[in-house]
């Protein structure tokens, strides 16, 4: 784009310690997300926080080599030894010792560094002098939990028994010596891989009591969970999950294979029905080398698990385990749980089931507290020619007077400046061309000829059902005007169709252009070459599946992303592909542009999300926190937010111009497939393999509505022009259109709700849907509204 080129010509994205590059013009961003940075397979509070981050370019023939500027702590072996380690042997006492001590030099921690190397002889003595195994009380193992437990105080990340409240949120943290619980930018330095140290992050494991216990210890707490008060049961259930997790990991590792084996079967039917894939893969890990390589297995280690507890439960449960002297069962979770306590009544069963589910439990509060600027962009002015509105208006009505208070009620509202909309000059967006305004004064005029949607005037829906695709087709989209559709598939093509009369052509070769008068007016005609017209096109270029795919505003560029690990960007006038954007080492899962053009943001398997521009070659931004797969992501209206949505079970919202995730929704107890922000941009929807369809407020950072109905995957997701419907697709074969009004007008976001995440959603869904329409046998892969507010959908018909 010339506007921008001229603004900058180079996009300074440089990899330093402090922070992450800075978007297009040079402008402060503090770099860090919530809970600090973390690598790619990090998770999203403990080691893992939220990273911006550039790529540097290299390696053959100039493909970009991304690589993440992280602040987290790289030795995670050096975790605080728990309180009975009645198995520790002096070597591995001494290697820990080692471990903290390079740490903490590493961190900057001078004091701490000396005064634990004064106190190092005392350390070996201690445990030197230590009893027999079986004693966990033994003087050496005191000494040494009390030692390390003072490094980690002088640590950054508390792990005091009793945390501190923090003032007016009322939130707390019990957290021990946590990879991501550093200040931003403290251990810049510090050179994480994409992969965390496997054995450093296994070490924790090592030190643990006696292997017969551990059903003893778990059946114990649960007896005293389930015989507690009501109010207190429902918090303190949410426990069973995480120990149970880190209780089987610690037998494995430590090659307690049989009583493993026991202690799963005897408690994994405890567990809730949406853990049950996750369950899957622990049973599968019955060896420590299987361990080593296994993804969610690193995931539990390396991220806290998050719990939202109200202080009386907390303290009730400290009492007992303190009681019981059940150190087995304190130490997981000072080590691996985030206890994020609240003061107020406890939540009942529902409250907290609407929220849990996520892959590491919720999210903390403090997440969604910073500010998210929700609103539009004020609309750029620009002049109505209205003679030619006049004219239209009379060859089609006869009364052109009546049009025009129309069309000015249309330009008056986006004269107004959004008091929750960003600043104009934010991110920089690419000026409008000749072609856009034209576009824009096209739109408006459809606009008055918008149908206004409500539960007594549904809208039609026109369904395109793709034939002999052979459960081929795997990306679907729709240009805003309606005017073409594309198809990624199985075969690895990009399938471009025109839906309007109008035939698709292709510019005319060199050597014919060179011939044509270019001051003419019609110019634009007669560059096309009309021996190339056809109602399809085919693009040839990716060698996998096609898994995304999105237009460009101005219908100049189609964007597809694919297994092969690109994302490219094919030209709709010559109908070849300009550029391959290699950044994801894996499948691509979904891609798509920004609402003014120009940035386009990919999603995939890496667990990362990628901000791009089409001019650039590297990506701008990493989007980096999620524990699983990217499947979904979108462009909030104002484009300075994306949102992704992930198998991990989470959705997050990003802010483009940092890379800092400002937003973590958790609730879904499936994958998420699916994601649309409302025309306003104050609200978000998506869908997930749960079936159900959640609605959250953006500025609060609250769920507000929960819509069931489906009985399968949730691919498509859709608000009307205007806002007033939702429009839900699913592999059930059926679309689903909600009174999004409605689901809105009693948004609860009162302070108390805010601080403690007391939401109360009406189970009102059969209100809300207004109506349900069935295929053959076809899954809604793609839900569209049309600028006069007709539904087009789109799947591929799949023979029973």
């Given at each position: 784009?010339?506007?921008l080129a001229e603004?900058?010509?180079?996009?300074?994205v440089?990899?330093?310690?402090e922070?992450?590059?800075?978007?297009?013009?040079p402008?402060?961003g503090?770099?860090?997300?919530?809970?600090?940075?973390?690598?790619?397979?990090?998770?999203?509070?403990?080691g893992?926080g939220n990273?911006?981050?550039?790529?540097s370019?290299?390696?053959d023939?100039?493909?970009?080599?991304?690589s993440?500027?992280?602040?987290?702590v790289?030795?995670?072996?050096a975790a605080?030894?728990?309180?009975a380690?009645?198995?520790a042997?002096?070597?591995?006492d001494?290697?820990t010792?080692?471990?903290?001590?390079?740490?903490?030099?590493?961190?900057n921690?001078?004091?701490?560094e000396?005064?634990l190397r004064r106190?190092a002889?005392?350390?070996e003595?201690?445990?030197a002098?230590s009893?027999?195994?079986?004693?966990?009380?033994?003087?050496?193992a005191?000494?040494?939990?009390?030692?390390?437990?003072?490094?980690t105080?002088?640590?950054?990340?508390?792990?005091?028994?009793?945390?501190?409240?923090?003032?007016?949120?009322?939130s707390?943290?019990?957290?021990?010596?946590?990879?991501?619980?550093?200040?931003?930018?403290?251990v810049g330095s510090?050179a994480?891989?994409?992969?965390?140290?496997?054995?450093?992050?296994?070490?924790?494991?090592?030190?643990?009591g006696?292997?017969?216990?551990?059903?003893?210890y778990?059946?114990?707490?649960?007896h005293?969970?389930?015989?507690?008060l009501?109010?207190?049961?429902?918090?303190?259930?949410?426990?069973?999950y995480?120990l149970f997790?880190h209780?089987?990991?610690?037998?494995?590792?430590?090659?307690?294979?049989?009583?493993a084996k026991?202690?799963?079967?005897?408690?994994?039917?405890?567990?809730?029905?949406y853990?049950?894939?996750?369950?899957?893969?622990?049973?599968?890990l019955?060896?420590?080398?299987?361990?080593?390589?296994n993804?969610?297995?690193?995931?539990?280690?390396?991220s806290?698990f998050v719990?939202?507890i109200?202080?009386?439960?907390?303290?009730?449960?400290?009492r007992?385990?303190?009681?019981?002297q059940?150190?087995?069962?304190w130490?997981?979770?000072?080590?691996?749980l985030?206890i994020?306590?609240f003061?107020?009544m406890?939540?009942?069963k529902q409250q907290i089931?609407?929220?849990v589910?996520?892959?590491a439990g919720?999210?903390?509060?403090?997440?969604?507290k910073?500010?998210?600027?929700?609103?539009?962009?004020k609309?750029?002015?620009?002049?109505?020619?209205l003679?030619?509105?006049?004219?239209?208006?009379?060859?089609?009505?006869g009364?052109p007077?009546?049009?025009?208070?129309?069309?000015?009620?249309?330009?008056?509202k986006?004269?107004?400046?959004?008091?929750?909309?960003?600043p104009?000059?934010r991110?920089?967006?690419?000026?409008?061309?000749?072609?856009?305004?034209?576009?824009k004064?096209?739109?408006?005029?459809?606009?008055?000829?918008r149908?206004?949607l409500?539960?007594?005037?549904?809208p039609?829906?026109?369904?395109?059902t793709?034939?002999?695709?052979y459960?081929?087709?795997?990306a679907?989209?729709?240009t805003?005007?309606?005017?073409?559709i594309?198809?990624?598939?199985?075969?690895?093509?990009?399938?471009?169709?025109?839906?309007?009369?109008?035939?698709?052509?292709s510019?005319k070769?060199?050597?014919?252009?060179?011939?044509?008068d270019k001051?003419?007016?019609?110019?634009?005609?007669?560059?096309?070459?009309?021996?190339?017209?056809s109602?399809?096109k085919?693009?040839?270029?990716?060698?996998g599946?096609?898994?995304?795919a999105s237009?460009?505003?101005?219908?100049?560029?189609?964007?597809s992303?694919?297994?092969?690990?690109?994302?490219?960007?094919w030209?709709?006038?010559?109908f070849?592909?300009?550029?391959?954007?290699?950044?994801?080492n894996?499948?691509?899962?979904d891609?798509?542009f920004?609402?003014?053009?120009?940035y386009f943001?990919?999603?995939?398997?890496?667990?990362?999300?990628?901000?791009?521009?089409t001019d650039?070659y590297?990506?701008?931004?990493?989007?980096a926190g999620?524990?699983a797969d990217v499947?979904?992501?979108?462009f909030?209206?104002n484009s300075?937010y994306?949102?992704t949505?992930?198998?991990?079970?989470?959705v997050?919202?990003w802010?483009?111009?940092?890379?800092?995730?400002?937003?973590?929704f958790?609730?879904?107890?499936?994958p998420?497939?699916s994601?649309?922000?409302?025309p306003?941009?104050?609200?978000?929807a998506?869908?997930?393999?749960d079936?159900?369809?959640?609605?959250?407020?953006?500025?609060?950072?609250l769920?507000v509505?929960e819509l069931?109905g489906?009985?399968?995957?949730?691919?498509?997701?859709?608000?009307?022009?205007d806002g007033?419907?939702?429009?839900s697709g699913?592999?059930?074969n059926t679309?689903r259109?909600w009174?999004?009004?409605k689901?809105?007008?009693?948004?609860?976001?009162?302070?108390f709700?805010t601080?403690?995440?007391?939401?109360?959603l009406?189970e009102?869904?059969?209100?809300?849907?207004?109506?349900?329409y069935?295929?053959?046998?076809?899954?809604?892969?793609?839900?569209?509204?049309?600028r006069?507010?007709?539904?087009?959908?789109?799947?591929?018909?799949?023979p029973?």
């Open positions: 784009m010339a506007a603004e900058q010509t180079e996009v300074a440089k990899l330093e310690p922070g992450p590059p800075t978007l297009l013009p402008q402060a503090d770099g860090a997300g919530e809970g600090g940075g973390g690598t790619t397979n990090s998770g999203p509070n403990g893992g990273v911006a981050a550039a790529s370019a290299g390696g023939g100039g493909t970009p080599k991304p993440v500027a992280v602040s987290a790289a030795p995670a072996g605080p030894v728990p309180a380690a009645p198995e042997s002096a070597p591995h001494r290697q010792l080692l471990a903290v001590l390079q740490f903490l030099r590493q961190s921690l001078r004091e701490a000396e005064a106190e002889r005392l350390l003595e201690a445990v002098g009893g027999a195994p079986g004693e966990a009380d033994s003087a050496g005191e000494t040494a939990s009390a030692l390390l437990s003072r490094v105080a002088s640590a950054p990340g508390p792990s005091a028994p009793d945390p501190p409240v923090s003032g007016a949120s009322g707390a943290a019990v957290s021990g010596l946590a990879t991501g619980s550093v200040a931003p930018g403290k510090v994480v891989e994409d992969q965390p140290d496997v054995s450093a992050v296994l070490s924790a494991y090592s030190q643990q006696d292997p017969t216990m551990y059903e003893e778990y059946s114990g707490l649960k005293f969970i389930e015989c507690s009501d109010c207190h049961r429902a918090e303190l259930s949410q426990l069973f995480p997790v209780m089987y990991l610690e037998l494995v590792y430590n090659q307690h294979e049989n009583e026991s202690f799963f079967e005897k408690f994994h039917g405890d567990q809730e029905c853990y049950q894939d996750d369950l899957r893969v622990l049973s599968s019955t060896k420590k080398e299987h361990m080593k390589g993804e969610t297995m690193l995931d539990f280690r390396t806290k719990l939202r109200s202080r009386d439960s907390y303290q009730l449960l400290k007992h385990l303190q009681e019981k059940n150190n087995q069962i130490n997981i979770v000072q080590e691996h985030y994020d306590i003061d107020g406890p939540r009942s089931d609407a929220m589910g996520s892959l919720e999210a903390k509060r403090e997440a969604n910073s500010k998210v600027f929700f609103g539009l962009l609309e750029p002015e620009i002049e109505v020619p003679d030619d509105e006049d004219e239209e208006g009379e060859n089609e009505e009364k007077k009546k049009k025009k208070p129309k069309k000015d009620s249309i330009g008056s986006s004269k107004k400046q959004d008091p929750n909309a960003p104009q000059n991110i920089p967006l690419p000026e409008l061309k000749d072609s856009d305004k034209l576009d004064i096209m739109n408006m005029k459809e606009t008055t000829k149908v206004r409500g539960p007594d005037c549904l039609s829906i026109c369904f395109y793709f034939l002999n695709a459960q081929g087709l795997t679907v989209d729709v805003d005007d309606s005017s073409l594309a198809g990624g598939f199985a075969d690895s093509t990009v399938r471009v169709w025109s839906v309007t009369p109008k035939k698709l052509r510019v070769q060199a050597a014919d252009l060179s011939l044509i001051e003419s007016d019609d110019v634009l005609e007669r560059i096309m070459d009309e021996k190339t017209a109602e399809l085919i693009l040839y270029g990716h060698s599946p096609v898994y995304g237009f460009s505003p101005d219908r100049n560029y189609l964007l992303s694919s297994e092969d690990g690109t994302v490219r960007l030209s709709l006038q010559t070849t592909c300009l550029v391959g954007y290699k950044g994801h894996y499948p691509v899962w891609t798509q920004s609402p003014y053009g120009y943001v990919s999603g995939g398997h890496d667990r990362v999300a990628r901000l791009w521009a650039h590297q990506p701008l931004r990493i989007f999620h524990l499947n979904c992501t979108r909030h209206p300075n994306v949102a949505g992930s198998a991990d079970r989470t997050r919202l802010d483009v111009l940092n890379g800092n995730c400002v937003r973590i958790t609730g879904h107890k499936g998420i497939h994601l649309t922000f409302s306003n941009g104050r609200f978000l998506t869908g997930a393999t079936g159900r369809v959640l609605l959250w407020d953006i500025g609060h950072g769920m509505g069931k489906h009985t399968d995957t949730v691919c498509s997701l859709r608000f009307s022009r007033e419907i939702l429009a699913s592999m059930d679309v259109l009174d999004a009004v689901a809105f007008e009693d948004v609860e976001t009162d302070d709700t601080a403690t995440g007391h939401i109360n009406p009102n869904s059969q209100e809300l849907l207004l109506g349900t069935m295929t053959k046998s076809t899954p809604v892969v793609h839900l569209h509204f049309t006069r507010n007709l539904v087009l959908a789109a799947g591929a018909y799949s029973q």
